[in-house]
């Protein structure tokens, strides 16, 4: 049980190694808030999805929309990739006028 648990607790530090880097590049972006406001919709959808089948025992729409959408994670980690790499807008340095040295 101890191995099925460090397992599963590898893969998840594995899987916001992958993604965290990314979510602080697309930060910097003026796109940021477009991204944050519907991933957070979307991750509350979820755990509400997971709470409803705790609760009830059975299945619901949101979990097998998220079974039927597993495949497609690769892909979705592909897009966070492009998009953090093409709106990253490095924070500018204030250039002091030629002569004025301080």
Do not use: D, H
């Amino acid at each position: 049980v101890l191995g099925f648990n460090l397992g599963i607790e590898l893969m998840q530090l594995l899987i916001i190694l992958m993604i965290v880097p990314w979510l602080i590049l697309i930060s910097t972006s003026a796109i940021y808030t477009w991204i944050r406001i519907p991933a957070a919709l979307l991750a509350g959808m979820a755990a509400i999805g997971w709470i409803a089948e705790r609760i009830t025992a059975k299945p619901n729409a949101i979990t097998l929309l998220m079974v039927k959408a597993t495949p497609y994670a690769i892909w979705l980690i592909m897009v966070l990739i492009v998009t953090a790499i093409l709106a990253y807008t490095p924070a500018k340095k204030a250039v002091e006028p030629m002569g004025k040295a301080g």
